[in-house]
């Protein structure tokens, strides 16, 4: 079975540009998460989604973070513009479970963000 | 609210010798506990878990016993490999939260030949 995957795995820019990572979860996973997880730190999450909806954006930078996740499979989280201290590794995790339950989330292999 | 204390590191240890990682936790429900290891350059890794009081998750040598009376859930393994090298993060999820994952700071381990 394939795992989450997630590119590009480095990316590089200078601050006030944007950047776009994109994910893909494991197949039939309904529920899709964004983390951020800065050196030395635990994973924080940004987003949740249950299929094409959000769940949980209540740790999003909104004004200058966005997600989609467009027909409930693949996601896309865009940063714009970019701050240093947006120099992190941004984590995509997906699991099976519904609403309500509890259930093992699978990691992506993260994108490594530097802003220079 | 929810969150999750873990030992500070970083840990060195002889191969061969006896890991202990300290994590306690706060929940608001019936917690699910975990850990995960991420090994250099690599994502998260579930390592084994626990989804009630009492059970013993067990994985490649690792333990780990959900204990509700004194909320923790202590990572242990007898003899520590040089491969056993990695961050270690303690996490719980509890269902009043949506699935909703909340991680400690990780405690990185390296083990020496």
């Known amino acids: 079975e394939a795992g989450v995957a997630q590119s590009p795995r480095y990316k590089i820019i200078e601050k006030r540009q944007s950047v776009a990572f994109w994910c893909n979860p494991i197949s039939g996973h309904a529920t899709l998460y964004w983390y951020q997880q800065i050196l030395g730190q635990g994973p924080k999450l940004l987003i949740q989604f249950q299929n094409n909806g959000v769940v949980d954006d209540s740790q999003l930078p909104k004004d200058r973070f966005s997600a989609e996740r467009l027909k409930g499979v693949d996601s896309t989280l865009k940063i714009q513009p970019a701050k240093l201290e947006d120099s992190a590794v941004y984590l995509c995790?997906?699991?099976?479970?519904?609403?309500?339950?509890?259930?093992?989330?699978?990691f992506g292999p993260g994108t490594r963000l530097t802003v220079l | 609210g929810n969150s999750v204390t873990q030992m500070e590191g970083p840990v060195t240890l002889s191969e061969e010798a006896f890991l202990t990682i300290n994590c306690t936790y706060t929940?608001?429900?019936?917690?699910?506990l975990f850990w995960y290891v991420q090994y250099p350059g690599e994502g998260l890794q579930l390592l084994l878990k626990?989804?009630?009081?009492?059970d013993k998750g067990s994985n490649k040598g690792f333990e780990a016993t959900y204990r509700k009376e004194t909320t923790s859930f202590h990572l242990e393994k007898g003899s520590v490999q040089v491969s056993d090298s990695a961050v270690y993060f303690c996490?719980?999820?509890?269902?009043?939260?949506?699935?909703?994952?909340?991680f400690g700071t990780g405690t990185s381990l390296t083990v020496i030949p």
């Open positions: 995790a997906s699991s099976l479970a519904l609403a309500g339950g509890t259930d093992t989330q699978y």
């Open positions: 626990a989804t009630k009081a009492d």
């Open positions: 996490a719980l999820s509890d269902s009043d939260t949506g699935n909703q994952f909340y």
């Open positions: 929940a608001t429900g019936y917690p699910s």
